[in-house]
């Protein structure tokens, strides 16, 4: 699941969204936004298969396993709040994402394939895990190779405009500091995330 290579627009079409953001998957579904499949009647989903949905968006848009989104339910369980905004909060914590939405990449799958290349530091040093929680105070950097830093570079002009609030980015040095905690605000994917715990308490 983590690293789903199959057709993306037909994600977007089933799950109802821009779940996966490259340019193909995106104008697939605005072509035609109806699941996939022939002769399409819309149905209204039970209760397990619209929680199974929302669940499934969460997987596909961060590119979770199933057991490392069950990792992040139990964490956040543990946690003060409310479960579904920590385990949202958890996703949104994880290098891969906030490269993404530093700018730094275009995608998440594009963020994460970088980022286990090696070309990406956290305060100065070699991380290759995508999955690693980023604390405030954090930098990410690009490493200091020409080829990345050409690369990065114009991946950082033509997303400009796409920065979170928890981070700041600094275009001169290629590099984004995280500066705080998510909210439930900062999460850029629309999901019911009650309907995700109440399924995945059963």
């Known amino acids: 699941m983590g690293?789903?290579?199959?057709?993306?627009?037909?994600i977007n079409r089933r799950l109802g969204g821009v779940i996966y953001?490259?340019?193909?998957?995106i104008k697939g579904y605005d072509r035609r936004a109806t699941p996939p499949g022939m002769h399409n009647r819309?149905?209204?989903?039970?209760?397990?298969?619209?929680a199974l949905m929302e669940k499934q968006k969460i997987k596909h848009?961060?590119?979770l396993g199933e057991r490392q989104l069950r990792?992040?339910?139990e964490t956040a369980k543990h946690m003060k709040g409310n479960t579904g905004?920590?385990?949202?909060?958890?996703?949104?914590?994880?290098?891969?994402?906030?490269v993404r939405r530093a700018g730094m990449a275009l995608t998440r799958p594009?963020?994460?394939?970088?980022?286990?290349?090696g070309h990406f530091l956290v305060n100065g040093a070699k991380?290759?895990?995508?999955?690693?929680?980023?604390?405030?105070?954090?930098?990410?950097?690009?490493r200091n190779r020409e080829k990345l830093q050409i690369l990065y570079r114009s991946i950082l002009g033509e997303n400009g405009s796409q920065i979170a609030a928890f981070v700041s980015q600094d275009p001169e040095t290629l590099s984004a500091s995280f500066d705080s905690i998510p909210t439930a605000e900062d999460v850029s994917l629309p999901v019911d995330v009650n309907m995700v715990v109440e399924f995945m308490s059963r």
């Open 21 to 25: 953001e490259n340019r193909g998957a």
């Open 127 to 142: 991380v290759d895990k995508p999955s690693y929680q980023l604390r405030p105070g954090d930098v990410v950097s690009v």
């Open 85 to 98: 905004e920590q385990l949202m909060i958890l996703c949104e914590r994880r290098l891969d994402n906030v």
């Open 42 to 50: 819309p149905r209204r989903p039970s209760n397990y298969g619209a």
């Open 110 to 117: 594009q963020a994460r394939q970088g980022i286990v290349h």
């Open 3 to 10: 690293h789903y290579t199959g057709p993306k627009a037909r």
């Open 71 to 73: 990792r992040y339910f």
């Open 61 to 63: 848009y961060y590119g």
